[in-house]
């Protein structure tokens, strides 16, 4: 029994019981809700709609984002601002920005809905398409007009 | 040369530790992490489907960050790649791109 004792409270009275250490150590009702809500988002981010992402990873979005991030950092503590900062940096790299880097094909891209008789590969593979992205592509010839292409074009003729 | 405070390991086994998982983290930033073409092992790729293991990889960057600052951060940069990389590798090329 004199062991037992000795082996929960170790030096200086402090008891060693792991649950009591990590109740002891909890934070505040408000912060632990804040952490869970952004465990959840962080979870969830492939949830999280492309408008907002797309905010988000607006030069107003990216400068409020750090703003809050640092607010986070400043009041509630590094540990929530990590996790804010973890949030944020995935929501922004899920917002989808390849229009905007100047890819433009496949413009001409239109849906079409299915008719007819399904494919041969569509029967073997169970599959029932409801519609159709596109049945025409214009496309043009790739052409090379770099300067070695041209000095060759010249001295051709 | 004196090391920065904030980059010192204290010579005890927890330092040690604090250490092993530093370098252990820097590997894998360095190895899978930052080379978008380099494959993830097809484990994780799986698991990644599932809402528990993405909730235990971010309680995993919680548990580091209370443990240290230094493996916490690193541990955070390993999941964001992680965690961005599947969600972009596994999403329909289609909905990636802005609506014109």
Redesign the interface.
């Known amino acids: 029994m004199a062991a037992l004792q000795t082996s929960q409270v170790t030096g200086g009275g402090e008891s060693s019981n792991p649950l009591e250490i990590v109740l002891k150590h909890l934070d505040d009702v408000p912060h632990m809700i804040y952490g869970a809500l952004m465990i959840v988002l962080i979870t969830f981010h492939g949830q999280v709609g492309s408008t907002i992402s797309a905010y988000a990873d607006s030069a107003l979005g990216r400068v409020l984002g750090i703003g809050v991030v640092l607010g986070i950092v400043q009041t509630l503590g590094w540990t929530y601002g990590l996790l804010t900062a973890l949030a944020f940096l995935l929501i922004v790299h899920g917002s989808p920005r390849l229009a905007a880097t100047g890819i433009d094909a496949f413009e001409d891209l239109k849906r079409h809905e299915a008719k007819g008789n399904r494919w041969f590969v569509e029967k073997v593979l169970g599959e029932n398409p409801e519609g159709v992205t596109s049945d025409g592509v214009n496309t043009e010839a790739v052409q090379d007009d770099s300067e070695t292409a041209m000095r060759s074009g010249h001295s051709n003729r | 040369m004196k090391w920065p405070e904030m980059l010192q390991f204290a010579n005890t086994f927890d330092g040690f530790l604090r250490l092993l998982f530093v370098v252990a983290a820097g590997i894998t930033l360095v190895v899978y992490s930052m080379p978008f073409e380099t494959q993830y092992p097809a484990k994780l790729i799986e698991l990644y489907m599932a809402?528990w293991w993405?909730?235990l990889t971010?309680?995993l960057?919680?548990t580091a960050?209370?443990w240290c600052?230094r493996v916490?951060?690193l541990v955070?940069l390993v999941?964001?790649f992680y965690?961005?990389d599947m969600?972009?590798l596994l999403?329909p090329f289609?909905?990636?791109?802005?609506?014109?």
């Open positions: 809402p993405r909730l971010t309680l960057v919680l960050a209370i600052p916490g951060i955070a999941v964001f965690l961005g969600n972009t999403t289609a909905s990636t791109t802005k609506p014109l």
